[in-house]
């Protein structure tokens, strides 16, 4: 743009020269009408820098909503990547928590299982030690019995 507007500023010095050159007009009258020329340059120029300003005063602007906008979004996505793994984080906690108490449920009831193997086991070998003892005792008497009726035997057949 700024070639565009400089090959424009020296087309139209260019042809104002040519024109006050040629012009059928009395040196007074060229001076004034060349002093109007550059009156209305320096006031076509004036525009143009004011309307340059402006531009220049919007694309600030524009810039500064567009770095805002980026912040904001910056700072929005932030806090959801935060809160994301803050939820996730609180996820991985109740699962553990979970995973423990159900562990822990379980060494409970395993424990409780033994227990009760370990009774019953108990109670059967108790069981089985009193009808051992009963079953050794019955036989001490059929032994002790038998032992009587064959030396009773023993006798009656030494006596006759």
């Given at each position: 743009m700024s070639s565009k507007f400089s090959s424009f500023v020296k087309g139209v010095l260019v042809g104002l020269g040519v024109g006050f050159l040629v012009a059928p007009r009395s040196g007074k009258e060229t001076r004034k009408e060349i002093g109007h020329k550059f009156g209305d340059l320096r006031e076509q120029?004036?525009?143009?820098?004011?309307?340059?300003?402006?531009?220049?005063?919007?694309?600030?602007?524009?810039?500064?909503?567009?770095?805002?906008?980026?912040?904001?979004?910056?700072?929005?996505?932030?806090?959801?990547?935060?809160?994301?793994?803050?939820?996730a984080a609180q996820d991985v906690q109740h699962t553990t928590e979970d995973f423990v108490s159900e562990v822990g449920d379980q060494a409970k009831d395993a424990k409780e299982d033994v227990k009760e193997t370990a009774q019953s086991a108990k109670e059967d070998v108790?069981?089985?030690?009193?009808?051992?003892?009963?079953?050794?005792?019955?036989?001490?008497?059929?032994?002790?019995?038998?032992a009587k009726d064959t030396a009773k035997d023993a006798k009656q057949n030494a006596k006759k």
């Open positions: 120029g004036m525009e143009y820098a004011d309307l340059a300003a402006e531009k220049g005063a919007e694309l600030s602007d524009t810039s500064k909503h567009a770095v805002q906008d980026v912040r904001e979004s910056l700072v929005d996505s932030s806090q959801n990547l935060r809160s994301t793994l803050s939820d108790k069981d089985e030690a009193e009808d051992t003892a009963k079953d050794t005792k019955d036989a001490k008497e059929d032994v002790e019995k038998d």
